[in-house]
Nanobody, 127 residues
Framework: QLQLVESGGGLVQPGGSLRLSCAASGKGLDYNAIGWFRQAPGKEREGISCISASGSNANYADSVKGRFTISRDNAKNTVYLQMNNLRPEDTAVYYC????????????????????WGKGALVNVSS
């Protein structure tokens, strides 16, 4: 069983940066694509980024493209989401999730059905 724990959330001013981490335990991430999702109060959950199991491919929702960067370190069993130029509308609970796969070069945050979820980390962008 794979367990995921998010960290790095907090309060940041508009224009600031945060880096979220998603640490995995229980098994390795080598055969898991990882996605980041977020849910703002009163809104549906939104998939914002994913990275393939090999790390060779990533994609982003239009809402974060050019500002957020996903990366992974399989040796550390950790995936990161670097968030720059944060806006108040980025305020949400951020979740990482894993999709078990033998296709190590693909991911699509719009269509993947995830197998494991973390409990989330709150990001609050406010002045």
């Amino acid at each position: 069983q794979l367990q995921l724990v998010e960290s790095g959330g907090g309060l940041v001013q508009p224009g600031g940066s945060l880096r979220l981490s998603c640490a995995a335990s229980g098994k390795g991430l080598d055969y898991n694509a990882i996605g980041w999702f977020r849910q703002a109060p009163g809104k549906e959950r939104e998939g914002i980024s994913c990275i393939s199991a090999s790390g060779s491919n990533a994609n982003y929702a239009d809402s974060v493209k050019g500002r957020f960067t996903i990366s992974r370190d399989n040796a550390k069993n950790t995936v990161y989401l670097q968030m720059n130029n944060l806006r108040p509308e980025d305020t949400a609970v951020y979740y990482c999730a894993a999709k078990s796969t033998y296709v190590r070069t693909l991911c699509d945050v719009r269509s993947m059905i995830m197998d494991y979820w973390g409990k989330g980390a709150l990001v609050n962008v406010s002045s």
